[in-house]
């Protein structure tokens, strides 16, 4: 892959990841109202279901009202992951580009509703709280924390630079120059 062609992909894998996470959490949300305003939708009985719900923390919930400094954190984030795509060697790894790419756009659908851009409000009060609505559950094993598109992707980009870590290094690399 040409080495200009890398910002291409980024911004465009990364654009796709947050539109279709804010497009699918306005729809639910127009169409589900707030948490517990309206039953959820059942898609698989006992194991998957839409529903509303909001997050004014972190992963699973943790750190509620400190909704401020994962915002700045998101940012940091960003900033960590432009400058490493501003790396030639990172642009000509495709597999490392799509992770950092739905990282990114993970980041910026949940850092959307993180800043009050939703523009939800509660008893008259503005919610800044990440919007989710898929809950998966197996009754009697587990019942997993209401999460979003956002969040799947970061944890796919996650997952995959877990994988690409893995990898062996290419021959010749970590040999002493003669």
Same mark, same amino acid.
């Given at each position: 892959?040409?080495?200009?062609?890398? +910002?291409?992909?980024?911004v =465009?894998?990364?654009v @796709?990841?947050?539109?279709?996470?804010?497009?699918? $959490?306005?729809?639910?949300? =127009?169409?589900?109202?707030?948490?517990g305003?309206?039953?959820? *939708? @059942?898609?698989?009985p006992?194991?998957?279901? #839409?529903?509303t !719900?909001? !997050?004014?923390?972190?992963?699973f919930?943790?750190?509620?009202?400190?909704?401020? @400094?994962f915002? =700045?954190?998101?940012?940091?984030? /960003?900033?960590?992951?432009l400058w490493?795509?501003?790396?030639?060697?990172?642009?000509?790894?495709?597999?490392?580009?799509v992770? #950092?790419?739905?990282i990114?756009?993970? /980041? *910026?659908?949940?850092?959307? &509703?993180r800043?009050?851009?939703?523009?939800?409000e509660?008893?008259?009060?503005?919610?800044?709280? @990440?919007?989710?609505? *898929?809950?998966? $559950?197996?009754?009697?094993? /587990? &019942? +997993?924390? /209401?999460?979003n #598109? =956002? &969040?799947? +992707?970061?944890?796919?980009?996650a997952?995959?630079?877990? #994988?690409?870590?893995?990898?062996?290094?290419?021959?010749? &690399?970590?040999?002493?120059?003669?």
């Open positions: 892959m040409p080495h200009h062609r890398g +910002w291409f992909t980024f =465009a894998i990364g @796709v990841a947050a539109v279709a996470d804010l497009a699918t $959490k306005a729809s639910i949300f =127009a169409r589900l109202g707030m948490p305003e309206q039953p959820g *939708i @059942v898609l698989v006992g194991m998957l279901s #839409l529903e !719900n909001l !997050n004014e923390g972190a992963l919930g943790m750190g509620q009202g400190l909704g401020v @400094v915002a =700045a954190v998101s940012l940091c984030a /960003i900033g960590g992951i490493m795509v501003s790396r030639p060697a990172t642009r000509s790894d495709r597999w490392l580009l992770a #950092l790419a739905l990114t756009g993970g /980041i *910026i659908g949940n850092l959307y &509703d800043v009050g851009l939703p523009g939800l509660r008893q008259g009060e503005a919610v800044l709280a @990440v919007r989710d609505w *898929i809950h998966f $559950k197996l009754e009697g094993i /587990i &019942d +997993w924390p /209401i999460f #598109l =956002a &969040d799947s +992707w970061l944890v796919i980009g997952g995959l630079m877990l #994988l690409l870590s893995l990898r062996p290094e290419p021959a010749g &690399d970590g040999e002493p120059a003669s």
